[in-house]
């Protein structure tokens, strides 16, 4: 089983000046390689293949201009080109648009490793050549502190390890593929899982998570952060010469405080989608049911869509998803059409008529009042129950079910 673990990285400055340099090279590469497709479709050429682009790039590395690229790791650029390569076959394939230009000033400075040249111990990361010299005093320099210990294990097999940077500290993301026994299927009844803006969930357990946004912690740190946008904005005016706006120093520290406080309160969130989502699979329910909701179509009504964007959505799913896939829990996915919340739970009754207002659902039919989310999630609980009896009759196995190797790795190397 393939597991991605994201660890922070520690580096000194002589590390960190390293690290830059490899990722401005890989977004150097990556340009090349987008420049060189479309030079050659603008003169009629057929698509360049991985191949022959990386065949081209050490012809352009061998020019007497180009020796700079030679201290940087040689699998940093062909990865990077070979991600433009990929990033082509998206487009082709209609996934992805067109690929842009990476930009120094708006995208993320991140690069590729070698998975064989990568290392660790305990405390430490090993990434080959940062060092320039072979020499061995030079050499203690390749090795980045890990800011979590112990996390990694040192002799397993790696995959796609990459670096990043999020604006203030550099992580390491890497693949390991972990022999786990086959989990055992749990035998406790199924929970239909509602999302929402009051709540984070609903369960039909009657379990309920709130809404973290609206505690009086998250508050006072978005208060914050608004009051720190607007003191950034009104120092961009005063400095203002002519048209254009300038930065000062006292203007980046500011900037840099802001981006510390974004990243906790989305740090909180996470955290907090984390918690929820392994409370809900260590009570073993044998399977779970959730919406599949659209949330960009969720995001166009304006009064919504801050709330939406907040809750994390589609990170809560992704997450219990792949929970499930660990614990040998069945993950359903209730059609998009399944009015869960117009349903009468008790009678099966449908209200058409409900309003996004209405948070207690009070049935016509048979009288039954209840609070709406709960009455959604115990509605996909019973869609999980009438999906499994059904998927049972036509011979479908729970085998079928049961996770599928993660379809992110198909890079590999
Ligand atoms: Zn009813």
Redesign the pocket.
């Known amino acids: 089983m393939l597991k991605t673990i994201r660890v922070m990285l520690i580096p000194n400055n002589k590390q960190r000046t390293r690290l830059f340099r490899f990722a401005g090279t890989a977004r150097f590469a990556y340009n090349w390689a987008l420049e060189q497709e479309q030079k050659n479709y603008d003169a009629g050429g057929k698509f360049l293949s991985d191949y022959e682009l990386r065949r081209l790039f050490t012809q352009f590395k061998n020019e007497p201009d180009n020796q700079w690229l030679y201290t940087i790791s040689n699998n940093v650029c062909k990865q990077a080109v070979k991600d433009a390569v990929n990033a082509y076959h998206k487009f082709f394939n209609g996934l992805a648009k067109h690929p842009r230009y990476k930009s120094r000033k708006h995208d993320k400075p991140a690069f590729y490793i070698d998975s064989g040249k990568i290392k660790f111990t305990g405390t430490h990361a090993k990434l080959e050549s940062i060092a320039l010299s072979k020499r061995k005093p030079r050499q203690c320099i390749n090795w980045v502190g890990l800011a979590e210990h112990d996390q990694i294990p040192t002799d397993a097999k790696y995959y796609n390890p990459r670096i990043s940077f999020n604006g203030l500290n550099w992580f390491l993301t890497v693949g390991i593929d972990i022999e786990a026994p086959e989990p055992i299927p749990p035998i406790n009844d199924g929970i239909g899982i509602d999302l929402g803006i009051k709540d984070l969930a609903v369960c039909s357990s009657g379990h309920v998570y709130r809404n973290i946004n609206k505690t009086g912690r998250v508050r006072r740190l978005k208060k914050k952060r608004r009051r720190l946008q607007r003191k950034i904005s009104r120092k961009y005016e005063k400095n203002k010469k002519g048209e254009s706006y300038q930065k000062t120093r006292n203007i980046i520290r500011s900037e840099k405080q802001l981006l510390r406080l974004t990243h906790r309160l989305t740090n909180i969130r996470t955290n907090y989608i984390h918690h929820a989502t392994s409370e809900i699979v260590k009570r073993e329910p044998s399977f779970i049911v959730m919406e599949d909701l659209n949330v960009s179509g969720m995001m166009k009504n304006k009064h919504l869509a801050k709330a939406i964007q907040e809750q994390e959505f589609a990170e809560f799913i992704r997450i219990m998803r792949y929970k499930c896939d660990w614990h040998g829990i069945r993950f359903i996915t209730a059609d998009r059409f399944y009015a869960s919340s117009k349903l ?1 739970s ?4 449908k209200k058409n008529n409900l309003k996004l207002s209405d948070r207690i659902y009070t ?1 016509r ?2 009288g ?1 009042v209840i609070d709406r989310d709960k009455n959604a999630s115990i509605n996909l609980y019973h869609y999980g129950r009438m999906k499994i009896h059904t998927d049972t009759l036509i011979g479908k196995s729970y085998a079928h079910y049961v996770a599928k190797p993660l379809e992110r790795y198909s890079t590999r190397k």
């Open positions: 009468c008790f009678c099966g009754h049935c039919h048979c039954a």
